[in-house]
């Protein structure tokens, strides 16, 4: 009894700092979650509108709050619409329970034997799909491939791809820093507003990319373009050396995450001038 005692007693000091950092790190957890999603846009919308009811309950304008309670109920309706995509991200992450795991890419001499093979590929126009995972679990379609387990090399890859064999037409995956499998079916987009030009490959990267966060490296048969999708959105035809800098921010997972995803927006804007950019509307 007097062990329990102590260890009760010492319990009433560890307990606010076990609550403080359980909550902050669920904050964090959150947070994260919301700026991968593009839903911090939600997120936003609200806040403002909440400011506004706030103004308008402070200074007692009554016309305004009665507009803002009328429409609230329809709000939240068109919020539900129009960010459909990025609410079910959320509840699939949730579903899979990934979101505790450590992330595991591929180092930077790992991503030149890839963009290496890549640019082989390229120049003999061949085509090539490889999936880069990010937390979201992607065993579904690793099952629906051959499963290799090897370490990754250029060469490898490009045994894969180059011939007409029964793994070319499929995507590989890359998780654990090692091909894990290939010849791997993946979901075809559902946007609807898809270029007509853009052929299977490239529909199976965005609608990857619709349903988890992960990313994704193509390369195109008919005219060789090198191509990398990501959160739902194609970057396509960039050179090499767009590619190893924007993968490498891409999977830098951490803190960096959503520094990497500004500067991608910022960078890709800047091609759009002499570049084909597909992104949802």
Known sequence: MELMQRFLSLYDYIRPVLDVAILAFLLYKAYDLLVKTQAVQLIKGAGILALVYGIALFFKLATLQWLLTTLAPGLFIAIAIVFQPELRKIIIRLGQGDLFRPDHKPHI????????????????????????????????IIDTGTRINAEISSSL????????????????????????AAGCFLPLSEQQDIRKSFGTRHRASLGMTEQSDAVVLVVSEETGAISLAYDAKLYYDLSSLEVSRKLKELLDRGTRRGAAQK????????????KNVFAEP
């Open 109 to 140: 001499g790992q991503l030149e034997a890839v963009i290496t093979a890549a640019e082989i590929l390229s120049q003999q126009k061949r085509g090539m799909l490889v999936v880069f995972p990010g937390r979201i679990n992607v065993k579904n």
């Open 157 to 180: 890859i490009v045994a894969v791809f180059e011939f007409d064999g029964p793994l070319h037409d499929g995507a590989m995956v890359i998780q654990g820093g090692r091909i894990a």
């Open 263 to 274: 500067e991608l927006s910022l960078e890709t804007a800047s091609l759009n001038e002499d």
